[in-house]
């Protein structure tokens, strides 16, 4: 089923948002001092294309320039791709079975607008229940 759902949001959607985290990551790795943006840019890209099956999970060994990082980046691109998850959510809504694929697009939204300090991971695996890396001892396996 995730499948199934991943390809029909991938021709719906998926394209387009995933070509709009694109642009933004270009545009941050074209100054120098944004190229960690850019590198969460090409990441949410990556959520944006196949989205079922994955979560986002808060780390929380993510410090203070995560959040400073988080302000800026809600600044320069955050408030306009999350525009976009939310226009294109309200589309997807408006038949029966864009439905869930509209309320995937509303839960990117939070992830769309503060991405330092976020990880994608798996649905079944540990991090997504709330168990991170620091209380294993592989912190390996999660990456």
Request: glycine share 12%; aromatic share 12%.
């Amino acid at each position: 089923m995730k499948t199934l759902l991943n390809v029909i949001w991938l021709l719906l959607a998926g394209v387009w948002m995933a070509i709009g985290y694109v642009v933004a990551g270009i545009l941050c790795f074209i100054f120098i001092i944004t190229i960690p943006f850019g590198i969460a840019s090409f990441r949410m890209a990556n959520y944006a294309l196949w989205p079922f099956g994955r979560t986002v999970v808060r780390d929380p060994g993510a410090g203070a320039m995560s959040l400073l990082g988080n302000i800026i980046w809600l600044l320069i691109a955050g408030i306009w791709l999350a525009i976009g998850h939310i226009a294109t959510g309200i589309a997807l809504c408006l038949t029966v079975i864009g439905i869930p694929l509209g309320i995937a697009s509303f839960k990117m939204v939070p992830v769309s607008l503060l991405p330092l300090g976020a990880q994608i991971v798996p649905s079944d695996s540990p991090a997504a229940t709330g168990i991170y890396p620091q209380q294993y001892g592989n912190p390996q396996q999660f990456r």
